[in-house]
């Protein structure tokens, strides 16, 4: 990393009590988490979007094809970080390596009809216009994913997780975060509080 961190043992105050809300099982903080330790107050707004966007439980896209959205966004994005954290979390979820690996092909080709169904590609179309071209991004987009079957709820919430991604990728690449030490693929279960989660 390319700035000044404060490690756990020596965290007082209002870190050590986010560091002891989200240290994993054996005390690890993740490092874009550690990232943020010189402004606790980032951190702390940087755990509550990511819990609310892809981990809480009023969401009604399921978590692993957000899981998925992640993964390509930060494929896009070129964030190895999050593509390697996320794709952990995401095979966990799904449960089925050979499927796991399927998907992640698809989408490291930028081929995800190669692993998803005609409607479901809308959700990939969306991301890659959100992800490459922001203020451009045609209505049709939307309406595309509305003739994919979603509501308005759920587009929101596709847009939150593709948002999201951009904000975590720029994160770890602007800081020069590596996987280094931490765990990959642990994360919250979908009811936990905002209080009772780790990144990843």
């Not at 980032?42 to 094809?65: D, I, S």
């Not at 990728?169 to 209080?195: C, K, S, Y």
């Amino acid at each position: 990393m390319w700035i000044e961190t404060v490690a756990y043992d020596a965290a007082e105050g209002r870190l050590k009590k986010l560091y002891d809300r989200i240290k994993g099982p054996n005390g690890e903080i993740d490092n874009i988490m550690a990232a943020h330790s010189l402004r606790p107050h980032t951190m702390e707004g940087h755990m509550a979007l990511y819990k609310h966007v892809l981990h809480n439980g009023a969401n009604r896209v399921p978590t692993w094809l957000l899981e998925v959205l992640g993964v390509y966004v930060s494929l896009l994005n070129g964030c190895a970080y999050c593509v390697e954290h996320h794709f952990a979390g995401l095979a966990r979820l799904i449960g089925d390596p050979e499927r796991a690996a399927a998907i992640r092909a698809a989408l490291e080709a930028d081929r995800p009809a190669d692993a998803f169904a005609a409607d479901q590609v809308a959700l990939f179309d969306y991301a890659r216009a959100l992800t490459r071209s922001p203020a451009r991004v045609p209505r049709s987009a939307v309406e595309a994913l509305r003739a994919a079957g979603l509501d308005d709820g759920e587009i929101l919430e596709i847009n939150q997780v593709v948002s999201y991604f951009a904000y975590a990728n720029r994160t770890v690449l602007g800081l020069g975060i590596t996987t280094e030490g931490d765990t990959l693929g642990l994360a919250p279960g979908a009811g936990d509080e905002p209080d009772n989660w780790r990144h990843g």
